[in-house]
């Protein structure tokens, strides 16, 4: 069956570092690929999605970019402010009735002043 | 504009009762889901629904029932609570389609003693 994995947090920066959360998935067909973040006590927002292969999909200055040859879809950014800091999750879907998600595990991201 | 609206916030049951978990969302839309989230495994899907009167089992069904009687309406029940099912549950809606996002509730903490 379809699976994500992702590296496990949490990640701690200093403010205005670079951000990169590793995201590698597993599809028995072509998935659209998907990054949700959860700020505390909120439930999740959809912070940008790719749906074919080198599709770019970027938001808020964050970027990922859908690479089947490698089957990843890793979450970067140049610059993170302390609002950054969240709970980011990775997630996948394959055309099936529903459009349900499998996700990740879920990253735990901590930016300091 | 509320979006997805979660019923209660916040329940403490004893193990062997029952509840009730209420979603409504205000944006029409065709697919509801409920999920559970627990620490370090993301979130994972009960049930969900891709119309009215309609639902479908997810990948932890077991201990869980629920209904679609009205479109804007997604229950999530609990006929004999155990300590397994202490969670957070979020609700989600999406429209009908391939790749469209889904949109979150605040979720719902549950404590079962």
């Known amino acids: 069956g379809d699976s994500v994995t992702q590296m496990e947090g949490p990640v701690t920066l200093s403010e205005e570092a670079f951000l990169t959360i590793n995201c590698t998935y597993t599809?028995?067909?072509?998935?659209?690929l998907f990054w949700y973040v959860q700020y505390p006590g909120e439930g999740l927002q959809l912070l940008l999605k790719a749906t074919k292969a080198d599709d770019k999909g970027s938001n808020k200055g964050f970027e990922a970019t859908y690479r089947k040859e490698t089957t990843s879809f890793h979450l970067e950014k140049g610059s993170v402010q302390v609002s950054d800091s969240a709970v980011y999750f990775c997630a996948l879907s394959e055309w099936t009735a529903g459009n349900k998600l499998t996700f990740g595990g879920g990253t735990r991201v901590l930016v300091k002043p | 504009n509320a979006g997805v609206t979660q019923t209660p916030k916040f329940r403490v049951l004893k193990t062997g009762q029952s509840m009730t978990l209420l979603c409504a969302q205000d944006m029409n839309h065709e697919y509801m889901y409920w999920y559970r989230q627990d620490p370090g495994m993301g979130l994972r899907l009960i049930h969900y629904?891709?119309?009215?009167?309609?639902?479908a089992k997810g990948e932890v069904p077991d201990g869980y029932n629920v209904s679609r009687l009205k479109k804007q309406n997604f229950l999530l029940g609990l006929e004999s609570a155990a300590p397994s099912q202490t969670s957070v549950y979020f609700c989600?809606?999406?429209?009908?389609?391939?790749?469209?996002?889904?949109?979150f509730g605040d979720g719902t903490r549950l404590s079962i003693l």
């Open positions: 629904s891709v119309g009215e009167g309609t639902t």
């Open positions: 989600a809606s999406s429209p009908r389609g391939q790749n469209q996002p889904q949109h």
């Open positions: 599809a028995t067909g072509y998935p659209s």
